[in-house]
Structures are given as C-alpha cells and as structure tokens.
C-alpha cells in the first residue's frame, strides 16, 4: 500500500501536480492557494482517496480505459472512439459569449432541460481572476461559465463536496483531460468504504487541451496587457504563435507566444493527453481548410462512448447543434496533434527524476506508437 506522503514526494515535489482539486474537498488536510495543491497536515494514513484519485499517480492507464470503456474501439493516439464532428451551437447568443462554437454551453444546457442531467460541475472562468469550479443546476446559469481562463482551477473539489453531499444523482463533469481521468479513477477505484457515491456521475464531457498557465505569471500578465481585466483568453493556431487577450470592452491585445510559454505549469509538459481520452465526448476547437476566421466559431466534437453518442444524436433532433462536413484530413490531423503532445510528455517524463513516473505502467501503448 502507498502511504498518501508519496501524493507528495511522487506528484507535487516532482512538479507533476496539475492543480485539478481531485485531492480536496475530501477532508481538511488538503487544499489550494492561488492554483497551487498545498498539504495543511501531515497524514499517515496507507490508503486515501486523494492518492487514488489523483490523475497523475502511478496508473495504468490502459487497464483503467478497458474497465471504462469495455467494447469500445481504441484509437492508440486518441483513445476510445466512435465518430468525429464539427459543430457548434445553433444560438448564436450562445456562440457570443463561448470559447469558440459554444458546443459545450449548448450541451450542457440541453443535458440539463432534458434531465438528462440534474447538475453539472463547470468551470466559471470570470477572465483570467482566479477561476473557479460551480456545481450549475439551473440551464440558465449555464452561460456564465462560457469561456476558458487557460489556467487549471481546484474545480474538482466542488465535485467532490456535491458527491459526499448526494443531493444530485446525475451529475454532469465539464473538465480537462487530466480532469477527466481524474473522475474516471473515482468512478473506477473508488475506496468502498468511503462510498464516494461516484455512481452519480452520469455524463463526462472533455475539453482539448495543449496546456495550463501558471497562476501568479498569468495574472501578471494580463494585468499588465489589460488593465481593466481580460474578458476572453484565446490561443491561435501555431502559425500565428500568439495569444490574444480581450478586454471588457472588446480590445483585444496580442501576446507573442514567446512571453507566454515560460508560464506553462510544468505538469502540463509531462501530460500526454490532449482530447481528453477519458470522457464521453470531447470538444475542442474547429479545425478546417476554411481558416482561423472561420474555424474559431466551430468545435471538433470526439465521440467516444454510447452516452455521448446518445447526448449528440439528442442535440441533433432538438436542433441545438448545427453540423458541417469535416475534411477528409481532420482525423489524422488530430491524431498527429495528440502524438505530438505524447511525444512531449514522454520527453518530459523521461529527462525527469524517476523516469516515466506515472506513463511507466503504459509503456506498451507507447512503444506501439513508436515512443519508446
């Protein structure tokens, strides 16, 4: 058995840890301060949930997906998968307000008015000042939490205060990848004693993602870019190596990408997930022939497991989403995408002290796409 100090010497002293909160609101010996996972009390417990939860201990990853998504057909650079789309929200009041097509605001809506859902756990990104996770159960607080802050709030904390409390039976998880591994563990290894009630978890809907920013270098950032506070944080495409950071009143500044990359948090460069392999669906920006102008007002939908499939074929007949067809290259394109960021993360890992960390016990899926 691990004692819960190795949460400590394996994942935060090594720089691993991603900030997703799946260790707190458990008891009170963990907790976050300005993006960063601290220990208030030392625990010498064998066995916690917060080492079993936590997506970056030693897991074996593919044993975790067979016992998540038995049947389903697995993309070795992707994960579980079923169908790839391009959509986005048929609102347009919905794609306003929304990162890019305003899927997930749609979704999540739509989960909610159907019942399909009864609460979902979103992050209210508010800019770029300090982000934070809400359990939503009105469809019409959905819009508040539109949009990204490019940091990795605690926001699973907030789901596990709302599991422990029981209320909701069928809620609904909004979350990057590392998040939704991180539920995917709840669900999976749950510690049978604690009844974590992990069974209410219903609907698990995963955000691309390249990586996070440091909190402290972040909020220096757009304050000094834009002083009255970001409204909206984008990235560009790679071409354009840029990020761009809009104001309340829709200025937008551009920041070379060259000043942002220090502030990556170092977990994110040993992360070897960008679509967010452990949900049902996943969402991230559109990519096409049409161009960024075009494509940022669209997502790529993954479709990964029956639920979600379910949830998208509902979206369909109620007319919330409006589809377009996908080039022909879009699905290798993302796999090249997703390699890329394995092959990183293996790098990461790999030049760190105690090598693989936690990939080690994948090391077969990695060497069958060639990265090791």
């Known amino acids: 058995m691990l004692s819960t100090y190795a949460l400590d010497s394996q994942v935060i002293q090594k720089g691993l840890c991603t900030g997703c909160g799946a260790c707190q609101g458990l008891c009170p010996y963990w907790g976050s301060v300005r993006g960063r996972t601290v220990c208030y009390y030392d625990c010498e417990r064998s066995d916690g949930r917060c080492q079993r939860f936590c997506p970056r201990m030693p897991t074996d990853l593919a044993a975790l997906r067979q016992k998540a998504f038995p049947g389903e057909t697995i993309l070795p650079e992707l994960g579980p998968y079923r169908a790839l789309y391009l959509a986005r929200a048929a609102d347009g009041t919905v794609r306003a307000g929304a990162q890019h097509g305003g899927t997930v605001t749609a979704l999540v809506e739509l989960a909610l008015r159907e019942g399909v859902i009864d609460g979902a756990l979103l992050s209210r990104a508010r800019g770029t000042l300090e982000p934070a996770g809400e359990i939503v159960t009105d469809p019409a607080e959905v819009r508040r939490c539109s949009g990204s802050s ?50 209410n978890i219903a609907l698990v809907i995963g955000l691309f993602c390249g990586w996070g920013l440091d909190w402290d270098g972040m909020q220096a950032l757009t304050e000094r870019c834009t002083p009255s506070g970001a409204a909206h944080v984008d990235i560009l495409p790679s071409k354009y190596h840029s990020m761009e950071l809009t104001d309340g009143a829709g200025r937008v500044t551009p920041v070379d990408l060259d000043e942002v990359l220090p502030l990556v948090r170092p977990a994110c460069r040993a992360c070897a997930d960008m679509t967010a392999e452990f949900a049902d669906l996943s969402v991230g920006g559109g990519r096409s022939a049409d161009g960024w102008d075009v494509d940022k007002q669209w997502n790529q939908i993954i479709v990964r497991t029956k639920r979600g499939e379910e949830l998208l074929e509902l979206a369909k007949r109620r007319g919330v989403l409006e589809f377009k067809d996908l080039p022909d290259t879009a699905l290798d394109k993302l796999k090249r995408a997703s390699l890329g960021k394995k092959r990183t993360a293996v790098r990461t890992l790999q030049e760190a002290e105690g090598g693989l960390g936690y990939l080690t016990p994948a090391a077969d899926e990695l060497r069958q796409l060639g990265l090791l």
């Open 150 to 199: 490019f940091q990795i709030p605690p926001t699973l904390a907030a789901l596990n205060c709302a599991l422990q409390e029981n209320t909701l039976r069928r809620i609904g998880v909004v979350g990057t990848p590392c998040k939704t591994l991180a539920v995917c563990k709840m669900r999976c290894d749950p510690l049978p004693e604690n009844g974590n009630h992990a069974e």
